[in-house]
């Protein structure tokens, strides 16, 4: 079988590719727990720097002191900024390669590889199932671009998930019918050496 050429998945906002989301996910080590820790510290920021900016005009109005309301003007605009490092963040491209072996997703410096004889029968599902389901397990390795587009599931019998979210229905059926054609291929010579082995 020839390789077709490699799939894109565009990049795009994320705030989880934002300095806070990247530096949180190399600290944990687990994406689930770095998005609920980067929600609640973004949070827990702006509440604290909203009651600080609020409590030095308050303060600057009863002691009419105008270094209070500089001071809470300041720490609004470092408020700002430190939620930007905290938000603004772009998503790099993921290219999938279908192999010889294995099909392969690169996204930046991440790489995924999944080999055709560990992997079950590939699996479409909608955004909102995804979301609402597939998406909460640790071994899934989410590979998105648009959100409301339909996800493919590459999954190993025994291990990752890939999640990739080809925005083009014609490039997620191509990719579909290529992995599956080389997962049933796999299959065979596993089966056929199985069989042989349990006649002797």
Known sequence: ??????????????????????????????????????????????????????????????????????????????????????VVGRRPRAVVRVGPQAVTVERGREQMRLLYDTMGPPAVVTAR????????????????????TPVLLLRAREGPVAALGLPNEEDRQALHRHVEERVEAAKVPREGAASCWRVK
């Open 1 to 86: 079988m020839s390789a077709p050429p490699p799939f894109v998945i565009p990049g795009g906002f994320d705030p989880r590719f934002s300095p806070l989301g990247r530096a949180l996910r190399r600290r944990t080590g687990d994406r689930l727990r770095a998005e609920a820790l980067q929600i609640a510290l973004l949070t827990g920021a702006a509440l604290a720097g909203l009651m600080g900016v609020y409590a030095a005009e308050a303060a600057a109005g009863l002691f009419g002191m105008p270094s209070l309301a500089l001071a809470g003007g300041l720490a609004g605009a470092a408020l700002l900024a430190g939620l930007g490092a905290g």
């Open 129 to 148: 199932r995804f979301h609402r389901h597939e998406r909460r397990y640790a071994a899934v390795r989410p590979f998105l671009g648009r959100t409301a």
